[in-house]
Each structure stands twice: as C-alpha cells, then as structure tokens.
C-alpha cells in the first residue's frame, strides 16, 4: 500500500507541475536590457541602509556554517582516532 501511495503521489505532483506557468507575458528582453547597469532594488536598499542588514545577515549564516562544519571535523576526528586506537 505504501509503495502504491507514493506512485500515485509522484503522479500527482507530476500533473500538478504540469499546470506551473512562469512569468506569462510581461517582460520583453531586448539589446537595451543587457546595457542598463541600473539595480534599482539594490539601489533602494542601499539607500534606505537596509543592505548592510541583508549583509549583516548574510555573514551570520555564513559564520555559522563555518561554525558548525568546524565543531562537526573535530567530533569526527575525535571519532576516528578513537576507532584506530582500539584497533591498534
């Protein structure tokens, strides 16, 4: 039953993707859209002082990250010496 469930699940996603349409319409890209160096989001942001918040967060996850695959090597490695030494 279970293996009959996920089948039909994965259909059914598989239909409902089907349906997904992105950005209909709307935006035409031309040569003038590859000359304008102009970010006016990042502009904004810039202005307003919120992109130092987006950089701050930014560096927070990536200190984190950095963090964490340190903390995990050195668990590992705790790990692996121990093993070698009671094969030892």
Known sequence: MYRTMKKLLTILSLFVCLNISAQEGGFRVTAES???????????????????????????????????????DRKLKRLED???????
Do not use: C, H, P
């Open 34 to 72: 590859y000359d304008d160096d102009s970010v006016e989001m990042a502009d904004e942001m810039r202005s307003n002082g919120k992109i130092y918040v987006v950089v701050s967060v930014v560096m927070i996850i990536f200190i984190g990250l950095i963090g964490y695959t340190v903390i995990i």
């Open 82 to 88: 121990e093993v070698f030494k009671e094969k030892a």
